[in-house]
């Protein structure tokens, strides 16, 4: 772009790329310092992970009530004789905002046999979809790319047997091709789980386990 008559080369011209980052420079001024805990609350009602707040949970929702609350722990890979020490650790959120489903997030990362953090874990966020006729759909994408389409049922008031209908991944994604999980709640009152893989070249076998504490909710 050719400079207007009288123009000071060290002003950028209207309309051209030293104009746009000098704009989006004075656009960050107001956000730089600002993270997601400083943003606004949304013009909604918030999720909940707990059945005693507002908005109530949906009647779809009852059956799977057991499942809302923030969940933390430790948990171990694959299913070796006498291994008991922790893998990862994990946080598990489960909540709601009133309609007919239940919220999903997992967050997990890598333990040293010590106990000590060693890096990052899996990611997963998806939805628990309870069906008039007693179903359940569970709809997870996860980090690594992969998305699976789980359907089941419950075994009791406090334990749901899932395995997937569909798997999609992309081509950098492990070549899982199919999956179970088994959730529930302990006597205890923990939310255990023992999820199993099968990959393109490998059969069904257990992948993860683990034992979460409930911490809200």
């Known amino acids: 772009m050719v400079p207007p008559p009288g123009h ?3 002003t950028p011209i209207p309309g051209s790329g030293d104009a746009a980052i000098v704009a989006a420079e004075i656009r960050a001024e107001a956000t730089r310092a600002l993270d997601i805990a400083d943003v606004p609350p949304l013009p909604i009602p918030a999720d909940t992970a707990n059945v005693r707040a507002r908005p109530g949970l949906h009647p779809d929702c009852q059956p799977l009530l057991p499942l809302l609350g923030v969940w933390r722990g430790v948990g171990r890979f694959g299913n070796e004789p006498g291994e008991n020490d922790p893998q990862f650790g994990q946080q598990v959120v489960i909540s709601h905002d009133g309609r007919p ?15 000590s953090v060693r890096g990052l874990g899996s990611r997963e966020l998806g939805f628990f979809r309870p069906q008039p006729d007693g179903s359940i759909e569970l709809m ?4 690594e790319g992969r998305i699976e389409l789980f359907y089941g049922r419950a075994r009791s008031a406090a334990a749901w047997a899932l395995s997937t ?5 992309t081509p950098t994604a492990p070549p899982v091709v199919g999956a179970t999980r088994l959730i529930g709640i302990t006597p205890d009152g923990k939310l255990a789980y023992v999820e199993e893989r099968a990959h393109s070249d490998i059969e069904l076998a257990p992948h993860s386990s683990a034992a979460l504490d409930r911490i809200a909710g």
């Open 101 to 115: 489903f239940l919220r999903y997030e997992s967050v997990s990362w890598l333990l040293d046999p010590d106990g």
């Open 140 to 143: 997870v994408a996860h980090a």
């Open 165 to 169: 209908d569909a798997a999609l991944r």
């Open 8 to 10: 000071s080369p060290a």
